[in-house]
């Protein structure tokens, strides 16, 4: 069993950057692929990005590529989420997620989540 706790949100002008992190409970956090999810109103969840468990491999939805980063941290088995260039699109709650095995991009591929972060982007 794994608990993820998001923290980092909140309201940003575009342009601006934030840093979301998922503090993940548990001594085999780094067996866990990791990644980040995002839901706006109205919309399905979206695949944003992931990273297997040594952190050597990651992936990105192209809407985020070159805007936003994946990382983590296995020793305060944590995992971060940088967001630059940050769009009005971009608005939206975030949640990490956690699979055993290959990181993966779509969310019934993962077992655990997180309650989420949510992101607002003014214009």
């Known amino acids: 069993q794994v608990q993820l706790v998001e923290s980092g949100g909140g309201l940003v002008q575009a342009g601006g950057s934030l840093r979301l992190s998922c503090a993940a409970s548990?001594?085999?956090?780094?067996?866990?692929?990791m990644g980040w999810f995002r839901q706006a109103p109205g919309k399905e969840r979206e695949f944003v990005a992931a990273i297997n468990w040594s952190g050597e491999t990651t992936y990105y939805a192209d809407l985020v590529k070159g805007r936003f980063s994946i990382s983590r941290d296995n020793a305060k088995n944590t995992v971060y989420l940088q967001m630059n260039s940050l769009k009005p699109g971009d608005t939206a709650g975030y949640r990490c997620a956690a699979r055993r095995g290959v990181a993966r991009t779509t969310p019934p591929d993962y077992d655990y989540w997180g309650q989420g972060t949510q992101v607002t982007v003014s214009s």
């Open positions: 548990g001594r085999t956090f780094s067996s866990y692929a």
